[in-house]
C-alpha cells in the first residue's frame, strides 16, 4: 500500500472551475513532487518542493498553482483548466532532493477530466 | 539526445519466457538507478533499485553497466502478472531529480 495518500482520485471539472488535489505523506519526507501523466507515456514533472519551498517549475502554465501548506502535506490549485490538462497527475514524495539513492514513492494518483 | 532512454516495446513472450530489457542513459555522472513497475491505469511503483554489484530480487535481476552507461533488468519465468511498462530511473549528477525513461511494455501471454 503506498504511503502518499491522493484525493481525489477522479475529478471532472469544467473549464471555468476552481478545484484543488491534495496529497499527503507521512513519511517523513522532506521532498515532494508533482507529476503530470499522459496515456502511454512516461510521468513529466511539474513542480518540486523541497523543504516546503518550490525548488522547481518545469514551465507549467500558471492555471496550475501548487502550494505546500507543510511538510506533509503538498496541493495543486487548477483554475480555469483546458480539455488538454485531462490527465493523471501523481503526486510522489522522496527522502530529499540532491542526494543519491532518491527513491521517489507515488501516490495512487488523481483522474482529472476536464469538460 | 534523451537523458534515459528505453525501447518501449512491446515485448511480448509467452508465460516461463526470461525476458531483458535495458535502459541507456547520457549522463556519466549519474549515481542512482531504479526500475518502477507501472500496471495500467495505476501510479509507479518501485520494483528494485540497481546497485553497482548488481542485484537480484527472486525472479528478477538488476544489474549496472557503468562502462557502456546502461542499466538492465531480467525477468526469470514470466508470469503473466508480469505484464506492465517498467520505467528505467536515473538520478544524480548534478541533476538531483530522478529522470524517467519513456517505459517500456511487457506483455505474457498464456
Known amino acids: 500500500d503506498t504511503e502518499v495518500t491522493q484525493t481525489p482520485k477522479h475529478l471532472v471539472m469544467g473549464m471555468t472551475n476552481k478545484k484543488s488535489l491534495k496529497c499527503e505523506q507521512h513519511?517523513?519526507?522532506?521532498?515532494m513532487y508533482w507529476y503530470k501523466q499522459k496515456a502511454k507515456k512516461p510521468p513529466e514533472l511539474m513542480f518540486v518542493?523541497?523543504?516546503?519551498?518550490?525548488?522547481i517549475n518545469e514551465s507549467v502554465p500558471s492555471r496550475f498553482s501548487p502550494e505546500c501548506p507543510n511538510s506533509s502535506l503538498l496541493n495543486l490549485h487548477l483554475h480555469a483548466l483546458q480539455p488538454e490538462d485531462s490527465a493523471l497527475y501523481l503526486c510522489?514524495?522522496?527522502?530529499?532532493?540532491?542526494?543519491?539513492?532518491?527513491?521517489?514513492?507515488f501516490g495512487e494518483g488523481s483522474w482529472l477530466t476536464v469538460v | 539526445r534523451k537523458e534515459v532512454e528505453q525501447d518501449p516495446g512491446p515485448f511480448n513472450v509467452p508465460e516461463g519466457a526470461t525476458v531483458a530489457f535495458n535502459c541507456t542513459y547520457s549522463?556519466?555522472?549519474?549515481?542512482?538507478f531504479f526500475w518502477y513497475r507501472q500496471d495500467c491505469r495505476k501510479e509507479p511503483k518501485l520494483l528494485m533499485s540497481?546497485?553497482?554489484s548488481g542485484n537480484e530480487d527472486g525472479r528478477f535481476t538488476a544489474q549496472l553497466n557503468r562502462a557502456s552507461q546502461y542499466i538492465s533488468l531480467l525477468i526469470r519465468d514470466s508470469k503473466l502478472s508480469d505484464s506492465a511498462t517498467y520505467l528505467c530511473?536515473?538520478?544524480?549528477?548534478?541533476?538531483?531529480?530522478?529522470?524517467f525513461g519513456r517505459g517500456t511494455s511487457l506483455i505474457v501471454h498464456p
Open positions: 513519511m517523513g519526507h522532506r521532498a
Open positions: 540497481v546497485y553497482s
Open positions: 530511473v536515473v538520478n544524480g549528477g548534478g541533476s538531483y531529480i530522478p529522470t
Open positions: 510522489a514524495s522522496s527522502r530529499e532532493t540532491g542526494s543519491s539513492g532518491n527513491t521517489i514513492y
Open positions: 549522463n556519466s555522472a549519474s549515481q542512482s
Open positions: 518542493y523541497s523543504y516546503e519551498k518550490l525548488s
